[in-house]
């Protein structure tokens, strides 16, 4: 960082400027700390620079390709239980859509959809609500419910990813025998039987289940793989997640509960 002399000539900026990038280049939005409100409009070298108080977006804004800036909510800490989770997301499900299904049962304070570098979602976001009460009614409303087209699933997000609460096995003791794997962001038209054919590729598969609703049979987007060894489980884990399943990048891990 290095102080803007322009700045400290027209009022007392209490810092500096300008964060180098790696490259030793530097960013074209600097940050200056002012001990009082100052007018926008100057000019530094050749350029006309603007000046604007610097705010916490509600979301996160979209660059030209359709990407993130990087992220501006999941890097940054929220109120203790008021950061919801939410999975199993559409494509197309964007902030506006997002904030707009959990306003449901709460204040949205902000929202983000985490994308790839090329803009792509990944079928997942983060949610602030305004107080832990709000969150908590999320969970219980809103996880299983459908936003367009897809069973979201809502949890409270910790951190350090550390789900203390929330979700179908809320208040249910961890007892993981190792052996099997939750899948998640699964396609609709997944069965049971693709996900053995999936999985039998790193080891025996004793038994697979895409989980569906019980009125209707439709797909919940998730299900789990119960296989030999644990060995064969975490294999599974190493070697497909991530990896997509028709265009859905699945999302594994160890199953805690079975």
């Known amino acids: 960082w290095r102080r803007l002399g322009v700045f400290t000539r027209r009022g007392n900026a209490s810092a500096r400027a300008i964060a180098p990038r790696p490259s030793s280049r530097t960013r074209s939005e600097p940050l200056v700390p002012f001990q009082s409100p100052q007018p926008p409009g100057h000019s530094l070298g050749d350029r006309n620079i603007t000046v604007r108080e610097d705010k916490a977006p509600t979301k996160s804004a979209p660059s030209k390709s359709g990407g993130n800036r990087g992220s501006t909510l999941g890097d940054t800490p929220a109120a203790e239980g008021c950061r919801c989770y939410v999975g199993n997301l559409a494509w197309e499900t964007t902030e506006d859509s997002l904030i707009a299904h959990c306003s449901q049962v709460g204040t949205v304070v902000q929202s983000e959809v985490a994308r790839q570098p090329g803009g792509r979602s990944k079928g997942w976001g983060l949610v602030d609500y ?129």
Not at 140 to 155: C, D, P, Y
Request: a neutral charge; hydrophobic letters at 35%.
């Open 130 to 258: 305004e107080s832990p009460e709000a969150a908590t009614a999320a969970i219980a409303q809103l996880h299983n419910s459908e936003l367009q087209g897809r069973s979201i699933i809502v949890r409270l997000e910790r951190a350090g990813g550390a789900n203390k609460s929330g979700g179908v096995n809320a208040g249910r003791p961890e007892a993981s025998s190792g052996l099997q794997i939750v899948v998640r962001n699964l396609p609709w038209s997944t069965t049971s039987e693709d996900l053995r054919q999936v999985f039998q590729q790193v080891g025996n598969v004793v038994k697979a289940d895409a989980v569906c609703h019980a009125d209707t049979g439709r797909s919940k987007g998730w299900g789990t793989v119960l296989f030999e060894t644990r060995e064969q489980a975490q294999a599974a884990i190493q070697g497909f997640n991530g990896v997509e399943l028709e265009h859905r990048p699945m999302q594994i891990k160890l199953d805690r509960y079975d």
